[in-house]
């Protein structure tokens, strides 16, 4: 939790920084994610992780691409400072 917080708060401040050149900060929080580097899991740690999301399941790289590619687009123009968690809802409020 820490290492988000400080994510976050270095997006806010960088984006306050370079704002005035109207250059966007922003970050994506990804959820664990299906890759060669997740593949050791265990069954037992994947269940673990996904019974915490709203999505009963692993996110693949396809499911962070999208909201990447949002933020870097020009729709996204007016957005800086801001972190978007993709984790299948596992930042939820409950």
Same mark, same amino acid.
Request: aromatic letters at 4%; proline letters at 9%.
């Given at each position: 939790m820490a290492l988000k917080m400080g994510i976050i708060g270095f997006t806010?401040?960088?984006?306050?920084? @370079?704002?005035?050149? %109207? #250059? $966007? @900060?922003?970050? *994506?929080?990804?959820? %664990? $994610?299906? $890759?060669?580097? $997740?593949?050791? %899991?265990?069954?037992e740690v994947r269940e673990c992780i996904v019974n915490?999301?709203?999505?009963k399941r692993m996110a693949i790289p396809k499911d962070i *691409?999208?909201? #990447? %590619?949002?933020?870097?687009g020009e729709d996204a123009q007016f957005i800086t400072g801001q972190v978007l968690a993709v984790d299948g809802g596992m930042m939820k409020v409950s």
């Open positions: 806010r401040g960088l984006a306050n920084d @370079v704002g005035k050149d %109207l #250059i $966007t @900060v922003n970050a *994506v929080a990804p959820a %664990l $994610t299906e $890759t060669p580097g $997740t593949s050791h %899991l265990s069954p915490q999301q709203s999505f *691409v999208g909201p #990447i %590619l949002f933020l870097t």
